[in-house]
C-alpha cells in the first residue's frame, strides 16, 4: 500500500497535544457518565447536585483531588513513589497517538494521527504494557504489604492476559498480512474470505475479553479488590497522585475501545449501506472511531454493573487454561486456512 504522506513536526506537536487534551477531557466525563449509568442500573441517583444535570462534577473532583492533603509514606522510596503514577499516565496517553482516527488528509489538510508506524500494532501493545510498571512500583515503593500484594497480581495479571491479547491479534496479522493500524482498517478484516469469518469471531470474543482483564474492570479488577487487600497498589496513594492513576485507567479503557475497533470492527470506516441514505457518510472522519469506542466503553460499565469479582485462582486459570488456548487455535486454525483453503 502507499505510504501516508508525513506531517510537519510543528503540526505533529500540535496535534500530540491536542490529543492529550482531548483524552484527559473524555476521561473527566467518562467518570460522570459511568457514575451516572452506574445509578441507573442500581437503581439510584448519580451525580446531580454539582451544576446543571451532575456536568460540573468533575471540576469538583479535580479541585478536591488537588487540595486534598497529600500523604506521603515516610519510608517509602520517594523518587520512585512519585515516578510510579507519571509512568502510567504517560504510557496510557502515548499509546493512543499510533491509532488512525480517520483518511489522510482528513484533518484540515492533516494526517488524523501522531504516528504512521508499519510496527503500530507492537507499539501500542508495548506502551500499554509498560504502563503496568508504574502499577507494580507504586506498590514496591510504597513500603506496604498490601501495596506490594496488588502490584504483583497487576503484573501477574497482565502477563496471563497478555498471551491472550496477542494471540488474538495474530489472527488479524496473519489475515491482513502488516503490522501498520492504517493498512489495517484499509484491508477490512471481515471482507475476506467467509472461511475466516469463525476463527476471527473467536479472536474478537477473546481479544475483547482479555481487553478487560487488561484495563483492570470487573470482574477482573484483583488489583483494587478493596475487600481483599485494602484497595492494593493505591493503598498509600493520596491527593493528585491517587488521581494520576485513575485517569490512567480510563484512558487505557479508552484506548482498549479504540484499539479493539480499529483490529477487528474497520476503525474510523462505517457500514457501507449508510452511504445509500448519505453519500460517503461511512467515511466520516472520527465520527464512526468515536461511536465504536462509545459502544465498547458502555460495555465496560455494563459488566461492572452485573458481573461478580473473579477469584484470583479463578482469574488465573480462565488465562492461562481457556483464552489462552481458544486464542492459539484461532490463530492456527487461521494460518491453516490461509495456508491449505485459500
Not at 475483547?208 to 479488577?221: K, L
Not at 497498589?233 to 492513576?245: D, G, P, Q, R, V
Not at 470506516?269 to 461511536?291: C, K, N, T, Y
Not at 459488566?303 to 479463578?314: C, E, I, K, N, S
Request: some cysteine; charged content about 10%; aromatic content about 14%.
Amino acid at each position: 500500500m502507499t505510504p501516508a504522506p508525513n506531517d510537519p513536526l510543528i503540526v505533529t506537536f500540535i496535534k500530540a497535544l491536542l490529543l492529550c487534551v482531548l483524552l484527559l477531557g473524555a476521561f473527566a466525563y467518562m467518570t460522570v457518565i459511568e457514575r451516572k449509568i452506574l445509578g441507573r442500573m442500581q437503581h439510584r441517583l448519580g451525580p446531580n447536585r454539582v451544576g446543571p444535570f451532575g456536568l460540573l462534577q468533575p471540576i469538583a473532583d479535580a479541585i478536591k483531588s488537588i487540595f486534598k492533603e497529600d500523604i506521603v509514606v515516610s519510608a517509602s522510596d520517594r523518587f520512585v513513589y512519585f515516578l510510579a503514577p507519571f509512568i502510567s499516565i504517560t504510557f496510557a496517553l502515548s499509546a493512543f497517538g499510533a491509532i488512525p482516527a480517520g483518511p489522510a488528509g482528513s484533518l484540515f489538510g492533516f494526517n488524523p494521527w501522531i504516528m504512521d508506524l508499519d510496527i503500530g500494532l507492537l507499539y501500542v501493545f508495548a506502551a500499554t504494557s509498560i504502563g503496568v510498571y508504574g502499577i507494580f512500583l507504586a506498590g514496591w515503593a510504597s513500603n506496604s504489604k498490601y501495596s506490594l500484594l496488588g502490584g504483583l497480581r497487576s503484573s501477574a495479571q497482565m502477563i496471563s492476559y497478555e498471551l491472550g491479547l496477542g494471540l488474538s491479534a495474530l489472527t488479524v496479522i496473519l489475515i491482513t498480512g502488516t503490522l501498520n493500524l492504517r493498512e489495517i482498517v484499509d484491508t477490512g478484516v471481515w471482507s475476506v474470505s467467509p472461511w475466516l469469518w469463525v476463527p476471527l469471531g473467536i479472536a474478537f470474543v477473546t481479544y475483547v475479553i482479555s481487553a478487560v482483564a487488561e484495563v483492570n474492570r470487573t470482574p477482573f479488577d484483583l488489583p483494587e479488590a478493596e475487600q481483599e487487600i485494602v484497595a492494593g497498589y493505591l493503598t498509600e496513594y493520596s491527593s493528585i497522585k491517587w488521581a494520576l492513576f485513575q485517569m490512567a485507567e480510563y484512558v487505557n479503557m479508552m484506548t482498549a475501545a479504540a484499539f479493539i475497533s480499529t483490529l477487528f470492527l474497520g476503525g474510523w470506516r462505517g457500514p457501507a449501506f449508510v452511504d445509500q441514505i448519505i453519500p460517503g457518510m461511512s467515511e466520516w472522519p472520527f465520527v464512526w472511531l468515536i461511536l465504536k469506542m462509545a459502544l465498547f466503553m458502555f460495555l465496560f460499565i455494563w459488566l461492572r454493573a452485573t458481573l461478580p469479582r473473579f477469584r484470583y485462582d479463578q482469574l488465573m486459570r480462565f488465562g492461562w487454561i481457556w483464552l489462552f488456548e481458544i486464542a492459539l487455535l484461532s490463530a492456527i486454525a487461521t494460518a491453516a486456512i490461509i495456508a491449505f483453503v485459500l
